[in-house]
């Protein structure tokens, strides 16, 4: 019961820290309405997925070349994080505020996606959350369970985001506004790819 209750609290306070899947969602949802945003949210879900797998699939593997493997994820999620955000602080503005098919839904998904996918932060969660807190005689069913929770836990919070910035009267004002919006979540997305291109694993 600790073991799950400590797996509950530290996928919730990952989840709700602010970072780069924040900022992805924060942007489709505005700009192209609830949908794409929910879409981008489930791209998210999914990408977690990818890391549960290879750490419950090659947990041994990827412990013992942490560093090769966390460089290779830092690097090309450096730079796909400078190359989002220099294309959102380039964005044109859009006129129709109804805008959605501006970017399809299978787009969507691909932002959500690849921006958790190609996450060392998500990499570097989902690692220690395995191998630090949960325990080797772990069932394989709960250890899985686990990682659905972590996938759910995204899809569930960041929908709420969604929800939250396409609701009519804040994406309108959002929307008048959205250059200098663009501006500041495009900074941000760099910064951050910026500063994974530099940090230390």
């Known amino acids: 019961m600790g073991e799950f209750i400590a797996v509950i609290l530290i996928t919730l306070l990952a989840v709700v820290s602010p970072g780069a899947d924040f900022a992805i969602v924060t942007k489709n949802s505005y700009l192209y309405g609830r949908k794409i945003g929910v879409l981008t949210s489930l791209g998210i879900s999914l990408g977690v997925l990818i890391h549960v797998t290879y750490t419950l699939v090659a947990i041994t593997f990827v412990m013992t070349y942490t560093p090769q493997i966390l460089n290779f994820i830092k690097y090309i999620g450096a730079i796909y994080l400078m190359y989002i955000g220099y294309k959102t602080f380039m964005q044109n503005p859009i006129l129709d505020t109804g805008a959605t098919s501006v970017i399809s839904p299978l787009q969507a998904i691909r932002y959500g996606f690849f921006t958790n996918a190609l996450n060392p932060k998500t990499t ?10 949960v325990s080797a005689i772990t069932p394989k069913t709960i250890l899985l369970g686990y990682g659905l929770f972590m996938s759910l836990a995204h899809l569930i919070w960041f929908s709420l985001v969604s929800l939250l910035f396409s609701s009519i009267i804040l994406r309108q004002k959002m929307l008048n506004k959205q250059v200098k919006i663009n501006r500041v979540i495009g900074s941000l ?5 910026t500063a994974l291109l530099f940090a230390k694993f």
């Open 124 to 133: 570097l969660f989902v690692i220690s959350t395995y191998t630090q807190i």
């Open 189 to 193: 997305l760099f910064l951050l790819g």
